[in-house]
């Protein structure tokens, strides 16, 4: 239906890129309760690069991994455990 027929455009949350490791690789993450935000640095190697009119993306192998838990209502960096 045309916006001029009374619709109001909803305003769309950012959609942000996901990725998953596993907890051999991030034992930490056991400790953390949804929400919480780190700063994770990883060393990475680029293994796939596709630039097309139907995919723009990359894939990576993970090599290394380091974190700081922040704290989520000041974004304070937690000492580590």
Same mark, same amino acid.
């Given at each position: 239906?045309?916006?001029?027929? !009374? ?5 769309? $949350? ?16 056991? *400790?953390?309760?949804? !929400? ?19 995919? $723009? ?8 991994? *380091?974190? +700081? ?6 974004? +304070? ?5």
């Amino acid at each position: 239906m045309p916006m001029s027929m !009374g619709m109001k455009k909803e305003k769309s $949350n950012p959609i942000y890129p996901t990725f998953r490791i596993d907890l051999v690789h991030l034992p930490e993450a056991k *400790d953390w309760k949804l !929400g919480d935000e780190a700063m994770i640095e990883m060393k990475v190697k680029l293994t796939s690069l596709s630039q097309s009119r139907f995919d $723009n993306s990359s894939e990576f192998e993970i090599h290394e991994i *380091d974190h +700081e838990t922040l704290k989520a209502e000041s974004k +304070e960096v937690k000492e580590p455990k």
